[in-house]
């Protein structure tokens, strides 16, 4: 994979920044101050707070599936506890 620069001024590349955030600096905040990420011109501000946007997402994201995923086992145990129970009511 390609190492993308993010910061020209800080030299600081796509990778360190996911590194960063993996590591906690989870804000454009964490990483301007962990990095020192858009502290001279601006010019990846944007790019960062995308960065930090679509890791946003990608947590939500998996936020959901588990709460999905928890939500149909708990489903489908009620679901056979039922059957269960009028099986046994039928006997």
Known sequence: MLRMIVCVCKNVSDRQIRAAMANGADTVRGLRNELAVSTCCGKCAPQVKQMVDMQ?????Q????KVSSAT????RDAGVRLRSAL???AL
Do not use: K, L, R
């Open 56 to 60: 946003d997402m990608s947590a939500g």
């Open 62 to 65: 998996q936020m959901a599936a």
């Open 72 to 75: 149909q086992t708990t489903v």
């Open 87 to 89: 099986y046994q009511s």
